[in-house]
């Protein structure tokens, strides 16, 4: 049986103020209509996997699940209590794969990269399975076009093959421009692309031999595993207590049974905004263009413009991205730089490094429309048969009016109806529930007012979504 294992608990700070914390790239359209996700999952058309599992954060699940869910996908999702790198990751992945197949073999991709070839994917699951069913672990190497400083890569130990797993000789880390130009020139170099076959019980193996106290810890987390709606949790304690490691540190540098299969498959890690830039389609100009965008003399620049008309002129090799709530502008030779920008945001307790103005909840969304120092207003989507938790606040009230839909409003002991245009008012105090009990999507306006307004202030009774 093969299992498609897709890695989604990334957090993609290359990619602010696109991607956040809360919400990051692999979530997002980001080279496509759909979700970088999603067009992983779209990988398998053809070879009927098994029903895949989704390895992500808690903190994600409800994302996860709704993307799902509306694509049409089943999957087991895992979510790891706290992120630990690939290489326990693959380990929950493989422990719950032999619950169904003993024999299972496990195809790893990340969530978040892109490949413009799909077809050239598939055709390499060939060789890499004839090689991963006689024990061997598999990964595939992308054939490279450049001499790309910003990858890792591994050197196989003959001339790489598209049609034959090659034994890996060793893996080395992002190498200056010289040392890359040399890599390139051999032709035995291959950019490590972080996607495998193997099956689960010799990785497993694998990483008992090598890192048994990681493999301990894994297996000891997964088995208090405990279902809880659509999602399995594990133990988090000795989840924790595993050392952050990727896959290639903790096994295939280790191990004598790797093997490589040569990938041309138009593959990008999508590791930043010069990733994007370099893949997107471009104008004469070499610009990437995408939203409300007018230039004049722009010449091999990004320009991504969300919410609002972007204009530029008369500049050269630039990244502009405008969201929302933010907009950043740097050289297309800074791109690698942005995650400091979400690093001083986190540091400064900014609540641009995670949230986006249009906050997800498993319910719906809402956006942060405007915000001032006692009051702020909120525009809340409520999805059909979407229920938010049954709630009190401490120190604010809540004005609601109804722009579309009808709400089921519980306000203290009363329940009852409004459609369009109707009002109520929650008092500060009061205990509370909204919910969508009709086809269509629920939208109102919120208006709260109060002396604190922090997303904190709320005490849960009653949770159909069993959140803390």
């Known amino acids: ?53 989704v390895v992500c954060q808690e903190a ?7 993307q799902l869910r509306g694509a049409g996908w089943r999957a087991e999702i895992l979510l790891e209590p706290a992120p630990r790198n690939t290489a326990p990751a693959i380990a929950l ?54 001499a790309e400083t910003g990858y890792g890569y591994i050197e196989a130990s003959e001339p790489p093959s598209a049609e034959l797993a090659v034994p890996i000789q060793r893996f080395v880390e992002k190498p200056d421009a010289a040392i890359a130009e040399t890599y390139l020139a051999s032709g035995r170099y291959l950019w490590n692309s972080g996607m495998f076959l193997m099956r689960a019980d010799r990785y497993l193996e694998e ?51 790797g093997c490589v299969v040569a990938l041309d498959a138009g593959w990008s890690d999508v590791g ?40 530029a002129v008369g500049v050269d090799d630039l990244l502009i ?50 915000r ?14 979407g229920r938010l938790s049954l709630q009190q606040h401490f120190h604010r009230a809540e004005h609601w009016v109804v722009v579309c839909g009808t709400a089921r409003v519980t306000s203290g002991d009363d329940t009852f109806l409004l459609t369009e245009n109707q009002s109520t008012y929650i008092p500060l105090g009061m205990v509370h529930r909204l919910e969508n009990p009709g086809k269509i999507p629920l939208e109102l306006i919120e208006i709260q007012s109060g002396s604190y307004l922090g997303e904190d202030d709320i005490e849960r009774f009653d949770d159909v979504y069993r959140r803390d």
Request: net charge negative; with cysteine.
């Open 93 to 146: 992945a493989a422990l719950q794969a032999m619950v169904r197949d003993p024999d299972a073999m496990l195809l790893v991709l990340p969530a978040d990269h892109a490949i413009r070839d799909p077809e050239a994917l598939r055709a390499a699951l060939g060789p890499a399975q004839a090689a991963a069913r006689q024990g061997r672990l598999v990964t595939f190497g992308v054939t490279p076009t450049r």
């Open 272 to 311: 930043s905004w010069q990733a994007l830039w370099e893949i997107a389609d471009k104008d004469a100009a070499g610009n990437a263009l995408s939203g409300d965008v007018i230039t004049e003399d722009v010449h091999g620049s990004l320009i991504h413009a969300e919410s609002r008309l972007v204009t």
């Open 207 to 257: 990483l008992g031999a090598h890192r048994p106290d990681m493999l301990d810890a894994v297996t000891a987390a997964w088995e208090a595993r405990q279902s809880d709606l659509d999602f399995l949790r594990v133990a988090p304690a000795p989840f924790a207590a595993c050392e952050a490691e990727s896959v290639d540190f903790a096994v295939m540098e280790n191990t004598a049974e």
């Open 372 to 385: 001032a120092a006692r009051y702020q207003v909120k525009h809340i989507c409520v999805a059909p048969g």
């Open 321 to 370: 991205v405008e969201t929302s709530d933010a907009v950043l502008v740097t050289h297309r030779e800074q791109a690698q730089e942005v995650k400091r920008i979400a690093a001083a945001l986190k540091r400064d307790n900014r609540s641009e490094w995670d949230l986006h103005r249009r906050v997800h909840r498993p319910w719906g969304s809402y956006d942060g429309v405007h």
């Open 1 to 53: 049986m093969l299992i498609p294992v897709v890695l989604a608990g990334g957090a993609g700070t290359r990619l602010w103020p696109m991607s956040r914390a809360s919400f990051p790239k692999q979530f997002l359209p980001v080279v496509g209509p759909r979700s970088m996700l999603l067009e992983t999952l779209d990988r398998f058309a053809g070879i009927e996997p098994a029903d895949p599992i």
């Open 60 to 66: 994600h699940r409800f994302v996860v699940a709704e």
